[in-house]
């Protein structure tokens, strides 16, 4: 029998509160500046072992930068702290842009799996697993684990088939993990994986990014000029999942529509 506990301490959100104790321990440590710190973090990060020296940190401009800027150190019990785009970018050094977006810096996250049961000794493997999942593998892998049956139907009611996969096989290098390609959209940013490629635009307007992963982790060389035709082959697979995954229409998409279409007559 599977028991299973989700204790969620405190939301990654802000505002960020914490005792007076802690927030002595980092104050004045963000006072270099976010570019200083995130080329120090980087280091940190590429001699430990924890990223490539090859991922390089985005460089920011000078000017254009938007929103009220804090800085993130944590805030009292009656604190409201936004830390901003610039600090945003620190936390998610060395990827591109950070939550909200799907650049990587909005959706790389890793997963630290403890299972000793089934994981067993890894010595003479990589503690490493560099397959790109999602969260949506996580109901997908509760309910393996848990031999459980994801219901086709409540009280008469369909409900819409489950979309990821189990983690096991990766977990216990036991079976296969098949390859799909992965799908996001946040409020107008949007994004398609398939294999090592990777179609990403930055809210409604923007144009499609095109991206080689196994040799650009950081998204810094946009490639879709070069490639248009693989970008309308993805754009058109990102669509097709859209409208199967709901996401369009939007809301009073339609009518919008045809309000335009109306006004163009």
């Not at 405190?10 to 002595?24: K, L, N, Q, R, Y």
């Not at 610039?86 to 936390?91: D, E, I, R, S």
């Not at 994801?150 to 996969?165: D, R």
């Not at 650009?216 to 999942?241: G, H, I």
């Amino acid at each position: 029998m599977l028991s299973m506990l989700v204790s969620t301490h405190a939301a990654p959100h802000f505002p960020c509160m914490a005792p007076e104790a802690t927030i002595a321990k980092f104050r004045g440590k963000y006072k270099k500046g976010w570019d200083e710190l995130s080329l120090a973090r980087h280091q940190r990060q590429v001699e430990s072992g924890l990223i490539r020296a090859s991922w390089k940190p985005q460089a920011r401009p000078e000017s254009g930068i938007k929103g009220r800027c804090n800085g993130n150190d944590p805030g009292g019990p009656d604190s409201n702290v936004f830390i901003g785009q610039c600090w945003a970018h620190l936390n998610n050094t060395p990827f591109r842009l950070y939550k909200h977006y799907n650049h990587e810096g909005g959706i790389a996250s890793p997963l630290i799996a403890h299972w000793p049961a089934a994981l067993g000794d890894r010595s003479d493997k990589s503690p490493w697993i560099d397959t790109p999942t999602h969260l949506i593998d996580l109901m997908a892998t509760c309910i393996d684990v848990g031999a459980a049956q994801y219901p086709s139907e409540f009280k008469g009611n369909k409900i819409t088939p489950l979309h990821g996969q189990s983690l096991t096989p990766l977990l216990n290098g036991k079976g296969a993990f098949p390859l799909r390609s992965l799908y996001w959209e946040h409020e107008g940013n949007a994004a398609v994986r398939a294999g090592d490629q990777k179609l990403v635009r930055k809210g409604l307007q923007e144009d499609w990014e095109l991206y080689d992963l196994k040799s650009d982790r950081t998204e810094q060389f946009n490639l879709a000029k070069e490639n248009p035709t693989r970008v309308a082959q993805l754009q058109s697979q990102w669509n097709s999942w859209a409208k199967a995954a709901n996401v369009h229409p939007k809301p009073g998409e339609e009518t919008r529509k045809g309000n335009r279409a109306q006004n163009d007559k």
